[in-house]
Each structure stands twice: as C-alpha cells, then as structure tokens.
C-alpha cells in the first residue's frame, strides 16, 4: 500500500529551510577541518605531521557522520514535497500509482497464450 501523499506545503517549506540550515552548519565544519588539515600538512615539524594524520581521520568520522544525517535529513524533506492532483484525476493517478488506470491484463500463464515450463 503506498504512503498517503503529503499535501502541506508549509511544512515542505519548514523541512526545507531545516534541511539547508543543517547543510550549511555541515559545510562549515568540514572547512574548518579542511583549513585544519591544511594546516597541519603544510607544518615543518614532523610532531604536527602526526598531529595532523589523526585530524585527517576525525575528519574522516566527521564527513561519514554529517553525510549520513544530511541524507536522513534530506530523504525527511523529499518526503513532505507537496503533491498536486489534476481535476478529475483517475484513482491511480492521485495515488501515485499509474499501473492502477491501466485495464487489467490476463495472466500470462493461465491465459494459455504461453507454453507451460518443461519440469511440470
């Protein structure tokens, strides 16, 4: 059964707005860990080198985790897109599902049009 479609567009807009703050807050940590990383790769002493192969893999953590929630934040959005129906849309149409306009077919190995498969 699919999921009733959203009509809401307020809270498309809400999710929206939510989803790009959300964006903008995790671009901005990973360019500070890229400005750090840089940092630690143009340094002259090995110590800071070392320093920076373990900021590298917290940055590492970093991108795998704010990637995984904007997704989720994302997906979260596309969800609660409006959807418009057309006046006088077919039951299938305003469902989302087109198939269901579609007259209905006979079954391809009852029908007899077909062979039945050797084994039986």
């Not at 340094?43 to 940055?59: H, K, N, S, Y």
């Not at 269901?100 to 062979?115: F, K, N, T, Y």
């Amino acid at each position: 059964m699919p999921s009733p479609l959203p009509t809401d567009r307020g809270e498309y807009r809400r999710r929206r707005r939510h989803a790009w703050v959300w964006t903008v807050a995790g671009i901005l940590v990973l360019s500070d860990f890229a400005v750090t990383l840089l940092h630690y790769a143009l340094a002259d002493d090995p110590q800071e080198r070392v320093t920076g192969a373990f900021a590298f893999f917290l940055c590492a953590l970093v991108l795998i985790v704010v990637g995984t929630g904007l997704a989720a934040v994302w997906r979260h959005t596309w969800r609660a897109r409006p959807h418009q129906v057309p006046e006088g849309a077919a039951p299938g149409m305003a469902a989302g599902v087109f198939e269901l306009d579609l007259p209905p077919e006979d079954h391809i190995g009852l029908s007899g049009q077909v062979d039945p498969p050797r084994r039986w």
